[in-house]
């Protein structure tokens, strides 16, 4: 009985075949192509044989024809490999194989302003939505897509045309807040309502809820364009109650009124303001408040933070012990009260009274809450 179990199992083992390594024969196939990418001149068969063991074969005629199965399937992969004849080149005294580069090579994409819109739309909702699978490749697609874009939109409209932020420190993308429908709709009925306008230059009379009071008041503003930061839209535009540049945080705008005569033009942009700068620069040099000169001792703890941007009229002062005194006009009381609390002591204010009185009245109420 032992002896015929032997037996069996003797032929079922005979019967099987060892089947060729799939990774083996894919890795030949890729450096095949690489051979001939690489080579100056058509290679010959006798020249490619020497370069793999699976055409080495015994018999020669076994080995070309695992070299023209190979051949065959890359030719099918889209992959030009071409045969070149001495009557085709006086140089050479055999016949050999090239890739064509002109047809291996993709030619040029040319895409409309549509079709960039479409594709960079479709990218930034996969890459926004929580979960993503691939925001890597995502990333890099946006990236190509922005690569040959020259000029720097001024509307989220034309920003889908012209995708040139991307390659910026902080990309555009699309934002999905959780909000009620009907809030969704309200929503989206104001920004087109600001966009149209920032679009045909008109004047805006916003209710704008202030972060610091949470009051609304009334404000004129001149839009200049909308710029979307760190997951939140912002109006940027000219206050006439303030008389300068300033930025409205899109959820904060509560009611939208638009100057008449839609298209004709109200204000003009100053050519050499920057919608792109004004965006990067830095909360110290924000103005929501009147100036107040502030001076600052950075310890060398926080010595990352004396290197940030306090605006031009900022002077630096290092001393002996590594501490860094910070002198400079401040308009953003709020901003650097939440710096100097998130220091941890290593941030000290040795001028300006209403700075130092606002942070006492944050660490009461901190106080008070914890008790």
């Known amino acids: 009985m032992g002896d015929l179990v032997s037996k069996q199992a003797k032929q079922r083992k005979s019967k099987v ?10 890795k030949r196939l890729l450096d095949l192509v690489m051979l001939l990418l690489r ?23 076994a080995g070309l024809r695992a070299f023209e199965r190979d051949k065959a399937d890359l030719l099918e992969l889209g992959v030009p490999i071409r045969y070149i004849t001495p009557e085709e080149d006086d140089n050479l005294e055999e016949g050999g194989y090239v890739v064509d580069l002109v047809r291996f090579r993709l030619p040029e994409v040319k895409l409309t302003s549509a079709e960039v819109s479409a594709l960079f739309l479709a990218a930034s909702v996969a890459r926004a939505v929580p979960g993503g699978t691939y925001p890597k490749i995502v990333d890099l697609a946006l990236k190509k897509l922005a690569f040959d874009v020259q000029e720097m939109p001024d509307t989220p409209v034309d920003f889908l045309d012209q995708a040139r932020t991307l390659t910026q420190r902080d990309p555009v993308l699309v934002h999905f807040p959780t909000m009620p429908r009907t809030q969704a709709r309200e929503i989206g009925d104001r920004f ?15 209710s704008y ?42 959820d904060r705008i509560e009611e939208v009124q638009i100057a008449p005569r839609p298209k004709s ?5 100053p050519e050499d303001f920057d919608i792109r700068s004004f965006a990067n620069r830095s909360p110290w040099t924000f103005t929501p408040e009147i100036l107040e000169e502030l001076v600052l001792e950075i310890s060398p703890e926080a010595a990352d933070v004396a290197n940030e941007d306090f605006g031009p009229e900022a002077s630096r002062m290092r001393k002996a012990d590594g501490t860094t005194v910070i002198r400079f006009p401040c308009g953003n009381p709020n901003y650097v009260v939440s710096r100097v609390l998130a220091a941890k002591g290593s941030i000290t204010i040795r001028r300006g009274a209403r700075v130092i009185e606002r942070l006492a009245q944050e660490i009461a109420a901190i106080e008070e809450h914890y008790q």
């Not at 075949?17 to 894919?26: F, G, T």
Request: hydrophobic share 30%.
């Open 17 to 26: 075949r060892p089947q060729p390594a799939r990774s083996d024969r894919a």
């Open 39 to 61: 080579t100056r001149s058509p290679m010959s068969f006798r020249e490619i044989r020497e370069q793999f063991p699976a055409y080495k074969t015994a018999n020669i005629e």
């Open 192 to 206: 087109a309502s600001l966009e149209g306008a920032t679009r045909y230059r008109k004047r805006l009379t916003l």
């Open 209 to 250: 809820r202030s972060a610091s009071t949470g009051q609304s008041c009334t404000r004129d503003v001149d839009p200049y364009g909308l710029v979307y930061r760190k997951a939140v839209w912002y109006l940027v535009g000219r206050c006439h109650l303030r008389g300068d540049v300033r930025s409205f945080r899109f």
């Open 265 to 269: 033009p109200d204000f003009e942009r």
